[in-house]
C-alpha cells in the first residue's frame, strides 16, 4: 500500500520527469525460499549517468521490507549512512558507481494484496508490474532503469520441485536440508516490472517452435497436475502467435524457453514477464468440456497479447508509467488484428468496438476519464484501464488506416529497430511513423499527440446535400471535444472511412478525380467539407466504416436510411452498426414512451427495425451464421446508460424486452428450423465455422425463451443432460437462470453438482446467478457470498460475485433504495483490507452515478461519503475520490 501523508496523497506529475543518475549493470539475485519468510539477497552494479550531477543521490525504492543488511563495494553500511522516506531510499556515496549489496526479509504467505512475491495454494509467484518489485528487495523500480538479470533460487525440493525465473536456467543442484537451487540468468536488459520468479509443483506440458531464422525454442505451459489436460489450445495459440508476429511484424522470439505458468490467485488476465509469463487460470486453460467458446477465444487472444509484448512492451519498453499506452495500446491493436485473422475480421471488430463504445465511452464520459497518456496519477495500479487499452489501440489503429498496412509496417520496423533495448516515449513511436513514411516529423506528432492528451469522446457531426441536376455530394464533417481541465482542445486527425449506399446498393462516386465504392478522408480540421461527384442518385452515407476512428457520429439518418444500409451495406461492420443505431433509437423511444404512461402493445410493424431484419436475416443466417448471431444482440442496458443522460435500467429493460419481442416474432420460424440443426450438441470443433454454428443456436434458444419459455426450457434441459462441451452447457444454463424458465433453480442444482471440483465452472457458475437481469438477484448475491465455495482470497471468485453483480447487472445493483450500493459498499471494505487493486477495480462500478436519476445519485454519494470516511487503501481512495470529485 502507498504510504499516504496526512490524508493527502501523493500525486506523481509527467511533467516532473528525471532521468535516472545511475545506470545499473546487472542484477544478481539469491533468493532463499524458508518456511515462513523469504529472504532477498541484491547485488547491484551502478554506474553515474554521464548527465548526473558529481554528487548526484543513488535513489532507490523499497515498500514492505525488512532490511538486514546493507553493503556499498563490500563494506557494510549503517542507517546514518542512508535516507529512507515513504518508499524512496536515498546514498550520497555513490560516487562515480560501485556495488551494492543488500539483504532483506519479506513475507510471501501474508501477501495477500498479489503484488510483490506471494504465495497462495502453496505456489510462490511474482507479479511486479507496476511497481511490485520493490516489495521483493530494495531497487530503482522504475521501467527506465534496465539490467541483465541472474536469480537464483533455493527452496525446499518435496514442496518446490519447479523453480523458474527469466532468461535460460544456467545452473541447478541440490542444496542442505533437502533443498535445492536453480541459477537462470537473463540476458536481455530489461527494467524491474517484468522480473518474475515462480517456485512450486507444477506439472508442464513441453513443444518447440522453429523460428524464421532456424532457432529452437523450448515451449513450457506450467500448471496443476490436474489441469495439464487443459493446456493444448494455449499451446497452440502459442505457436500460430509466434509465426505471426514474424510474418506481419517481422519480430522473432529472443530466448531459448518461453514459459508460461497458471496461477489460480491472480489480479489480471495475464503479465508478459520476459520469457516467463505469468497467467491467471482463466486465460490459459481451455478444454471443451470445461470451457465456452468465449472461454477459449479468450485464451487464444490473451496468450497472442502477452507473446506480443515481448517486443512490443520488453524489447522496447516504456520510459515511465505515463507511457503505459505505448506499449498496451499497440499490444492491444497488435491482438486484435491477430484475432482478426485466426476467426471472423467482421465479429471481431464489431466485438471490439462494441466493448469499447459501452464501456470506454462511459469511462470517457464519467468522472474516472484521463487521457490515453495521463499528466498525472496517484496510484499507477489505478491506470490500467480501459482508455489505456482500448482508446490506445484505436489510435494505434487510425494510424495504421492513415499510413496504410504497408506504412504502418515501415513504421513499426523503425521502432522496434530504433528503440530496441531501450525505454521510450509516445513520441518516439509517432516520429518513427512519420519517419518512415517521409511525414514532416513535427506537425505529424503534434497532431497525433493530441488524441494522447486530450481526454473524453470528440463529436463528429455529419451533414450532407446531394444535388440532383449536377449529381454532386458536398459532405461537412464538423469535430467538437468537451473540455477537460489543463487542456485546450484542438482538432484531431480523424480518418473517415465512408461508402454511399443507393436504393439497390453500393454506388461508385469520385473523389477528387478517384473512382471508387469507399474512401478515405482525414478530417484535420474543426470543420471541412469535401464534394464527391457522379453521385448517380441521393445515397444513403455509410460512415466510419469498420469504426475508422474511435467518435461519436452525429448524422440525421432516417430509420428508412439506417434500415437500407442494414440491408444493403457491403460494409458488414456498418450494418451491425445501424442496427445497434436503430435498435437503441427504438428502445430509447420505448422507454419514453413507457414514462409517459402508454403502454400499448407493441407490433412488429411498429418497428423498423424489426422490418429490416424480417427481410434479410433468415438469408443472413444461412450466408453469414456468425454476423447474424450478432444482429440479433441487441445493445445491452450497459451500452444504452451511455446514450441517455438519466438512466433509468428498469425502464431500459422493459424497453429492450419489448423491442426484442417486435424483432423476434417475424423470425420465429427460422429460429426454430436454426435450432433443429442441434450443431451445438456434436462434438466440439475449434473453427470459425463451428463457432459461428453454436452461437446462432445459443441466440435463437434465448429468442425462443421469449417466445415460448416452455419449449426453450425443454430445449435447454436435454442440452443440458446431453451437452457435449461447456459451450451448450453454459448457453443452456444462462437461458434457463436469465429468463427464469421452469427447471431453472433445479439447473442450478445440478450444475453445480456436476462442476463444483472445476474452479473456473464455477466461477461461471457464480457469475451467471450473479448478473440474471433481475430485481431478486441481489438476494441471490447475498446468499451466494455466504456460498461454501465462495472465498475472498480468489480474485476470479470475487470478480464472479461481486463484479457481476455491480458491473453487469444494473437490474439488480440500481436497487432504489440503494441496497445494491450498501452491498457493494460491504464488499468494497472486507476486500481493500487485503486485496487494494481488486477493490479499486470494483469500486469503479460507483463511476455511473452522474448518469442516474436523482434518488438514486443521493444513495451513491451517500455510498461515497461513507466509503471515504473509512481507512482505506491509496488505490480505492484515489479511485472513490475520483468518482466523487
Ligand atoms: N501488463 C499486463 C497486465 C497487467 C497489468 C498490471 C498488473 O498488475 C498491476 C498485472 C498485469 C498485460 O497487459 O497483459
Ligand atoms: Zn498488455
Known sequence: MKTEVGLTAITIYLKDYQAPHYALEHTDLHVELLSDCAEVSATLRFKRAASAPKDAALTLLGADLELLSVAWNDQPLSADDWQWQGETWQFNGAGEGGVLSTKVRIYPDKNLALEGLYRS??????????????????????????????????????????????????????????????????PHPKPSYLFALVAGDLAVLRDSFTTASGREVALEIYTAEVDQDKCDHAMRSLQTAMRWDEQRYGCEYDLDRYMIVAVSHFNMGAMENKGLNVFNTSCVLAHPATTTDAGFQRVEAVVAHEYFHNWSGNRVTCRDWFQLCLKEGFTVFRDQQFSAEQLSPVVQRLEDVAFLQTHQFAEDAGPLAHAVRPESFVEINNFYTLTIYEKG?????????????????????????????????????????????????????????????????????????????????????????????????????????????????????TLASVSASSHQLLLEKAEQTWHFSQVEQAPVLSLFRDFSAPVRVQAALSDEDLARLIRLDSNSFNRWSATYTLATREILALAEQYRRGDVRARQPQDSALAGALAAMWPALATSDPALASKLLQLPNLAYLSDQVSCYDPAALQRAREALLLQVLTPLEGSLQSILANEHMLTPYVYSAAAMAARSLEAVALDALARLQPEAAATMAQRWLSVAPHMSAEQAALTTLVHQQLPGADAAVQAFYARWQHEPLVLDQWFATQASAPHASARNTVEALLQHDDFDAAVPNRVRAVVGQFASNNPVAFHDMAGKGYDLLAQQLLLIDARNPQLASRLAGALGIWPKLDPARQACVLKTLDALLNESLSSDTRETLTRIRA
Open 393 to 509: 489501440a484505436e489510435i494505434a489503429r487510425m494510424l495504421h488506416t492513415f499510413l496504410g498496412a504497408e506504412g504502418f509496417r515501415r513504421g513499426s520496423d523503425h521502432y522496434f529497430k530504433t528503440y530496441d533495448g531501450q525505454a521510450a516515449i509516445v513520441e518516439d513511436f509517432l516520429s518513427s511513423m512519420a519517419i518512415a513514411n517521409g511525414l514532416a516529423v513535427d506537425t505529424f506528432v503534434c497532431q497525433w499527440l493530441r488524441w494522447y492528451r486530450q481526454p473524453g469522446t470528440p463529436v463528429v457531426r455529419v451533414t450532407s446535400a446531394w444535388h440532383a441536376d449536377s449529381k454532386t455530394l458536398s459532405l461537412t464533417l464538423t469535430q467538437s471535444q468537451t473540455s477537460h481541465a489543463g487542456v485546450t482542445p484542438e482538432p484531431l486527425p480523424i480518418p473517415v472511412r465512408l461508402g454511399f449506399i443507393g436504393e439497390t446498393g453500393e454506388l461508385t462516386t
Open 121 to 186: 495454494h502453496g505456489l510462490y509467484c511474482t507479479q511486479c508490474e507496476a511497481e511490485g518489485f520493490r516489495k521483493i528487495t530494495l531497487f530503482p523500480d522504475r521501467p527506465d532503469v534496465l539490467s541483465t538479470f541472474r536469480t537464483t533460487i533455493v527452496a525446499d525440493q518435496a514442496s518446490c520441485p519447479v523453480l523458474l525465473s527469466n532468461g535460460n536456467c544456467v545452473a541447478s543442484g541440490k542444496a542442505e536440508n533437502g533443498r535445492h537451487f536453480a541459477t537462470w540468468e537473463d
